[in-house]
């Protein structure tokens, strides 16, 4: 089992699909659970979306929960990738417990260490489908056709919590929120650290250099 964490922006999302279709170990990202959730307009989606608008953090109850769902499906068995959770404290602990419930615990937690400026670069060009949930770039992973999906043909959007000002708020929130599971999780011998600076490629190479 592992978990990535770090910035927005910093690519967990990216590599955690990759890892995924090579591993074959499914991808639990809380923010397309969520976002999955307000598109179906479900009482998780219509609680979440003023806090994901806005950049803060969804309440701890109702992520735990959905977490604590979704490991007990049959194709977690085997192992799973954990994207964006934990983000504090409190998710760490929490995932602990419930992990320990079945005698598991994580295997690594993977840092994606990055500087601020390329973030601000990555998530204002980034765009996505809705519809398949695949991920561009304007500048570094365009589409063939300038906004339409490569896989699906829908037309693609940008995310609004990548609006610049919800960036700004997003990344306070993680430095306050989430930057300390880098001690707790350093504590607890769980720790890598990633340079998530570099090409998509490059950090997956160091992905794989990890996990052997
Ligand atoms: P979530 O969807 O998890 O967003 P995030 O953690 O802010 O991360 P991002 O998806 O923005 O970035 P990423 O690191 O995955 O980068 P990506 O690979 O996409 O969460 C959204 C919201 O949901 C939160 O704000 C919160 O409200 C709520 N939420 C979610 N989980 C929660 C939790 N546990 N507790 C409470 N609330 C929660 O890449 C970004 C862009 O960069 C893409 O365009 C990509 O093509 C490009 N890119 C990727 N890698 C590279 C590279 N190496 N070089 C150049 N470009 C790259």
Redesign the pocket.
């Known amino acids: 089992m592992v978990l990535f964490f ?1 910035p ?8 955690a699909k990759k890892l995924s279709l090579e591993k074959g170990w499914p991808q639990l ?4 659970m ?1 976002r999955a959730a307000i598109q179906e307009s479900s009482s998780i989606g219509l609680r ?1 979306k003023s ?2 608008d806005r ?4 309440p ?1 109850q109702v ?1 735990i929960e959905l977490i604590a769902e979704r490991i007990c499906h049959s194709d977690c068995a085997y192992g799973f990738i954990l ?5 504090n404290r409190s ?1 760490a602990v929490a995932l602990n417990d419930l992990l320990a419930l079945g005698h598991k615990q994580i295997d690594f937690a993977i840092y ?1 260490k990055i500087e601020q400026e390329q973030l601000i670069l ?2 204002s ?2 765009r996505i489908c809705l519809e398949c949930r695949a ?3 304007i500048q ?2 365009p589409p063939k056709l300038v906004g339409i999906c490569d896989f699906c043909g829908k037309k693609l959007v940008q995310r609004v ?1 990548d609006q610049p000002e919800v960036i700004q708020n ?1 990344l306070v929130v993680y430095y306050q929120e989430t930057e300390p599971l880098v001690e707790f999780y350093r504590t607890q011998n769980k720790l890598e650290v990633l340079n ?1 600076g ?3 490629e490059a ?1 997956a190479l160091d992905l794989m250099r990890v996990l052997k």
């Open positions: 770090g927005p922006g910093s690519g967990k999302g990216t590599q990202s809380t923010g397309d969520l979440a806090f994901m950049g803060e953090l969804v701890d992520v994207d964006g959770f934990p983000r998710q994606f990555r998530l060009g980034r991920m561009y770039h570094s992973a919590d997003r998530a570099q090409t998509p950090v």
